[in-house]
């Protein structure tokens, strides 16, 4: 009980997900269904592939669900260490009964079960406007890392010519360079003789020579969050009522990339692309990404949000519009490692895409 307040904290379990589900519509005006919410929570909470999240849940003496605070484990590469770590997948609570310690309430009760249940150290996550002065002030959320969503028209292609993007361009620039001191192109993979146009196939399941890839694509990126076949697998293949096309880009036969998209309407988000980390590589790559969506006449814009200095700039050669900017940090729950905590300090070191953003 909090004030008058009379509900009950608990851990979510697949009988709350109506419940959950009636929740959501509340806070977010969703037009999906109570079942599609239902499927979509069980998905993301119950099914992942590295365990099942844990949940907290604020309940009234009717069963409906005042306010929710969860997460789930992620596997996160770091340096040349593997850290398992919870990533924050859900955060609301019902506009009245906001601002009286509820979501704090959740907070603690979440930490704690991940404290005594896991080996868990630290979350992570994306958090949203409302909760990022609570969890700096109360828990000790370390902002560090900035994620920038763009919004990008088909139909405008800019031959590096800019006026309202000059600013950020120039800072892009500034990132990017500052990467290639970090990271010069001798330790990058290098592109096979006769790079030439790309092989784009869509595919419906991941080919087999894909972990191979992932072994030469890790030592490339310092800081991301790890994509084994299981995961990728339960991301992009098996999400339920999603419309997910998933691209291998080969050269020469070999895999040196890929990309994700989830179409809608007019739009499109690019999920995920991820490739060999070659400037020329990656902006060719991007080329006919764009190019395949020009293709389909349906399609007038095209949004991507990414944490990623050379692929950044590679954007300005289009009509970004930089819509909005988002905090990543991390929570320490206990002690880490100094190392691991100070990888969340080097921004040219990471890579963040709507691959993590889109479950935060």
Same mark, same amino acid.
């Given at each position: ?13 697949? #009988? ?35 365990g099942r999240g844990i949940v907290a849940i604020s309940v009234d003496d009717a069963g409906a669900v005042l306010g929710i605070y969860g997460g789930f ?34 907070? #603690? ?17 994306? !958090? ?5 002065? !609570? ?184 009509? !970004? ?27 040219? #070191? ?11």
């Amino acid at each position: 009980m909090i004030g008058k307040l009379n509900f009950e904290i608990r851990l979510m379990t697949e #009988a709350d997900l109506a419940a959950v589900a009636k929740h959501h519509i509340i806070i977010y005006h969703s037009k999906r269904s109570e079942d599609v919410l239902k499927q979509l929570y069980r998905w993301k909470f119950f099914q992942r592939p590295e365990g099942r999240g844990i949940v907290a849940i604020s309940v009234d003496d009717a069963g409906a669900v005042l306010g929710i605070y969860g997460g789930f484990p992620v596997k996160i590469k770091l340096g040349c260490r593997e850290e398992l770590m919870f990533m924050v997948g859900a955060n609301s609570v019902l506009p009245a009964f906001q601002g009286n310690g509820l979501s704090r309430a959740l907070f #603690a009760f979440f930490t704690q079960h991940v404290l005594e249940t896991t080996a868990v150290k630290s979350i992570v996550g994306f !958090p949203s406007r409302e909760s990022i002065g !609570p969890g700096v002030r109360s828990f000790g959320y370390d902002l560090k890392l900035t994620m920038r969503r763009y919004t990008m028209p088909l139909n405008a292609y800019m031959q590096m010519n800019f006026d309202s993007g000059k600013f950020i361009h120039k800072i892009i620039k500034t990132l990017a360079a500052a990467a290639n001191e970090l990271f010069p192109s001798s330790s990058l993979k290098q592109l096979p003789r006769g790079f030439g146009r790309l092989q784009i196939n869509r595919i419906s399941i991941l080919p087999d020579d894909y972990e191979a890839f992932l072994g030469k694509i890790y030592p490339q990126y310092p800081n991301l969050f790890m994509r084994p076949r299981a995961t990728m697998e339960w991301r992009f293949f098996k999400e339920p009522n999603a419309h997910n096309e998933f691209y291998e880009i080969r050269n020469q036969s070999q895999l040196v990339g890929y990309f994700v998209l989830k179409i809608s309407n007019y739009t499109v988000i690019i999920e995920d692309f991820l490739v060999f980390k070659n400037r020329k590589l990656i902006q060719k790559s991007f080329f006919e990404l764009m190019q395949l969506l020009k293709r389909r006449k349906s399609i007038g814009r095209v949004h991507l949000s990414i944490c990623d200095p050379i692929l950044e700039e590679v954007l300005m050669d289009y009509q !970004p519009v930089l819509k909005e900017t988002c905090s990543f940090g991390i929570c320490q729950l206990s002690q880490v490692a100094p190392d691991v905590y100070h990888q969340f300090s080097d921004a040219y #070191a990471w890579y963040l895409s709507h691959y993590e953003f889109g479950l935060g």
